[in-house]
DNA sequence: ACGGTGACGAGAT
DNA sequence: TATCTCGCCACCG
């Protein structure tokens, strides 16, 4: 059960996001050492795979905007799981990230790179 | 093995 | 503030 690709990184880190918190692509990117492969954590969410139900509509983007636009992970989807769970999108349709982004324990993180 | 690809992001205009 | 541009890098055929 060793930690092989950043993928699967990227999916336990999204596993521990709390309802009603966000994070963004670039700050997942960063608790993974790797700050500049904010893309690369995009993909993976683009390829999660359903089965391992991880709350994937808690990540959005830096601007606090969602990046989605996939099939069954549509943008309106996102938006209507995020407004169940209390966060509020502004009227240029963004997240305030002051309020609602997520701040990871640090020995969450640990744990995480450490497997 | 190697290059195209993408649910990004920061800086410039 | 809204767009546009370009660099970024793990995957996968």
């Known amino acids: 059960m060793s930690a092989k690709g950043l993928f699967e ?18 700050q997942i990117a960063v608790l993974l050492g790797n ?17 391992l139900d991880i709350p994937w509509h808690r990540v959005i983007n830096s601007a606090g905007r969602i ?3 996939c099939g ?7 938006r209507q799981l ?7 999108f502004d009227a240029r349709d ?7 982004q997520w701040r990871p324990p640090l020995e969450l993180i640990e744990s995480i790179l450490g497997e």
Do not use: C, M, N
């Not at 963004?94 to 609602?100: H, M």
């Open 9 to 26: 990184k990227v999916w336990t880190i999204v596993t521990h996001v709390p309802e009603g918190q966000v994070v963004t692509y670039g």
């Open 35 to 51: 700050p500049r492969a904010a893309r690369t954590v995009g993909w993976a969410l683009h390829s999660t795979p359903d089965l």
């Open 67 to 69: 990046s989605t636009d």
């Open 72 to 78: 069954e992970h549509s943008p309106t989807v996102q």
């Open 82 to 88: 995020l407004e169940q769970e209390g966060i509020v």
């Open 94 to 100: 963004r997240v305030d990230l002051d309020r609602f």
